[in-house]
């Protein structure tokens, strides 16, 4: 697998480009980093085999779909067994509405990104994640706007 130091100059720019845009086609990204498209495309495909790149993916207006409320879902739980978390992972794993989930440190031992249409519809989500799996806390903030959606910093 590939880490930080296994990546040179050209890499990064690569990564960089397609951060930004992934459909980009191979020709631009090679003119833009200064290599022919064989090169360009061995490390391109590199970088995926070593998962470095794990998807090329379009980024939604989730507004625009119906889906304008995102809130962010600080959960705590009281049991750290290995049997819990296998099954909480699933519950995450099988729940379109979380498109992010966190394990974390400190107070919170998990935080979620959940997105929905409206607040009826986070109800209905809600109710439907307590009587999945216990839980000792779930505490719910809602977005009011989102500031920035940026690519990593490479």
């Given at each position: 697998?590939?880490?930080?130091?296994?990546?040179?100059?050209?890499?990064?720019?690569?990564l960089?480009?397609?951060?930004?845009?992934?459909?980009?086609?191979?020709?631009?990204?090679?003119?833009?980093?200064?290599?022919?498209?064989?090169?360009?495309?061995?490390?391109?495909?590199?970088?995926?085999?070593?998962?470095?790149?794990?998807?090329?993916?379009?980024?939604?207006?989730?507004?625009?779909?119906?889906?304008?409320v995102?809130?962010?879902?600080?959960?705590?739980?009281?049991?750290?067994?290995?049997?819990?978390?296998?099954?909480?992972?699933?519950?995450?794993?099988?729940?379109?509405?979380?498109?992010?989930?966190?394990?974390?440190?400190?107070?919170?031992?998990?935080?979620?990104?959940?997105?929905?249409?409206?607040?009826?519809?986070?109800?209905?989500?809600?109710?439907?994640?307590?009587?999945?799996i216990?839980?000792?806390?779930?505490?719910?903030?809602?977005?009011?706007?989102?500031?920035?959606?940026?690519?990593?910093?490479?």
């Open positions: 697998m590939a880490t930080d130091k296994d990546l040179d100059r050209l890499d990064r720019e690569i960089r480009l397609i951060a930004v845009d992934a459909s980009l086609s191979l020709q631009e990204i090679a003119t833009q980093v200064g290599l022919t498209p064989t090169p360009c495309w061995k490390r391109i495909r590199r970088m995926e085999q070593e998962g470095v790149i794990q998807r090329r993916v379009a980024v939604l207006d989730p507004a625009k779909i119906g889906l304008g995102s809130v962010f879902v600080a959960v705590e739980t009281a049991d750290h067994s290995a049997d819990w978390l296998e099954r909480f992972a699933k519950v995450v794993a099988d729940t379109p509405e979380i498109v992010d989930a966190w394990r974390m440190s400190g107070e919170v031992d998990y935080l979620l990104h959940v997105v929905v249409p409206d607040i009826a519809a986070y109800d209905q989500f809600y109710r439907k994640l307590i009587a999945a216990p839980l000792r806390n779930v505490s719910s903030r809602f977005s009011m706007e989102r500031m920035k959606d940026a690519p990593l910093p490479i």
